[in-house]
C-alpha cells in the first residue's frame, strides 16, 4: 500500500522539530542492564511507565539478573508487582523469561529480533524498545498507542494496524532514528497529541499536519 501524499516530507521534518521540543532522548523506564529494560518493559504493558518504576527498584533489588530472578517463585515476584496491571501473569511471564535468558541465551538478552520474540512475554514492540535502548540500534519502530496516533494524524500512514504501522514508519526513516521516532512520538503523544482532545493549536507541528481524523481541538492553558 503506497504511503500518504507528502508522508516522505513531513517525515523528516516532524523528527526534527520533535527532537528540538522534547529534548534528549531518554528510557521512560529505569534500568540498570539490557534484561532489566526487558523486564521493566514487559511490566509496563498495559501500565503507566511512572507506575512501573515504583515496584521496579525492589523488584530489581531482590532480583537483579536473569540467574536470580529464574530461581524466584513467581508468587513472590507478584507480591512485588501487584499494583501492576495483569500482575498475576507477569510474575508468571517474568520467572519464564528468565529461566529462558538464563538456559538458552547464557544470562545475557539477546540482540537478534528472531531470539527476543522468543521470550515469554516479548512481543515485536517490547523486542524493538529494547533494542533501541540497550544498543542504540532496533529492526523497527516500536509502535504503541501514542505512536500510532501520531503518526496517522501526521499522515505518515493510512493504516491503524500497528504491524503495519510500523512497516510504514520504517520506510520513512533511516534505521539509525527508529528509536528516536518511538520515544518522540510517545513524548508527543503524551503532552500534545492526545487521544481525546489534541492540543492542536499550541502543536509544534500544526503546520505541516493534516490532521487525519480528528475532530476536536483545544489550547493548551497558560495558567
Known sequence: MPLPRGAKTRAPEALARLRR?????????????????????????????????????????????????????????????????????????LVAAARMVRDEFGGEVPRAMEDLVKIPGVGRKTANVVQGHAWRASEGVAVDTHVKRVAFRLGLTANEDPVTVERDLNRLYPKEHYPLVNFYFIAHGRATCTARRPACPDCVLADICPKRGVEETRPRSRA
Not at 513472590?76 to 495483569?86: A, K, M, S, T, Y
Open 21 to 93: 521540543r522534547y529534548g534528549a532522548w531518554r528510557s521512560y523506564l529505569d534500568h540498570e542492564t539490557p534484561f532489566q529494560l526487558l523486564v521493566a518493559v514487559a511490566l509496563s504493558a498495559q501500565t503507566p511507565d511512572a507506575l512501573t518504576n515504583k515496584v521496579t527498584p525492589e523488584l530489581f533489588r531482590r532480583w537483579p539478573d536473569a540467574a536470580s530472578l529464574a530461581e524466584a517463585h513467581p508468587d513472590d515476584v507478584l507480591e512485588v508487582i501487584r499494583p501492576l496491571n495483569f500482575s498475576y501473569g507477569k510474575s508468571r511471564r
